[in-house]
């Protein structure tokens, strides 16, 4: 399954998850519990983080991006992620038993949707070239990262990946 299959339509959100964040999972690997990333907390801490590692490169944006790609609902979000998306992303599948590395591929903006608060275990981190956040859409068998970098004072996400079991 690629990328822009998984972030172009699959992570919709389930009929409820509007009303909230979907519950916590159990890591299919390890039992280990994870978070979801759209509770409060949650989405305090990763606003806090990105807004740290964007620095004085419009923090707000950075974090407000990172929220909407991770549990913007509503149109509106769609739209704030679509007009923060580089008009061509790089996208990398890789699979489990791959003999290649993965090459990246190029996809039109519109590839890129909000998870629609299916993210867990979410972390945000210095990326090559920005930031990079990188969350489980799943209860482990997938993981997702997208990754944004800051042009002429705005964010815009460049970069998208999967990797499946």
Excluded at 3 to 10: D, K
Excluded at 51 to 74: D, F, I, K, N, Y
Excluded at 121 to 144: K, L, M, N
Aim: hydrophobic letters at 40%; a neutral charge; proline letters at 5%.
């Amino acid at each position: 399954m690629s990328v822009a299959s998984v972030l172009g339509g699959a992570l919709m959100c389930a009929a409820g998850a509007a009303q909230g964040a979907l519950p916590d999972l159990k890591n299919m690997h390890d039992a280990e519990v994870m978070q979801n990333a759209c509770k409060p907390a949650e989405q305090r801490r990763l606003q806090r983080e990105a807004a740290a590692l964007a620095g004085s490169e419009a923090p707000a944006q950075a974090a407000r991006l990172v929220r909407e790609v991770l549990c913007g609902t509503t149109p509106q979000s769609r739209a704030y992620v679509m007009a923060h998306t580089a008009a061509k992303v790089a996208s990398t599948d890789e699979a489990t038993g791959d003999t290649e590395p993965a090459r990246p591929r190029m996809l039109p903006a519109r590839s890129v949707q909000p998870a629609q608060m299916r993210a867990w275990s979410a972390t945000v981190e210095q990326g090559d070239v920005g930031i990079r956040v990188v969350f489980y859409p799943d209860e482990g068998a997938c993981i997702q990262s997208f990754s944004m970098a800051c042009r002429r004072s705005e964010w815009k996400i460049t970069a998208i990946s999967q990797a499946c079991d």
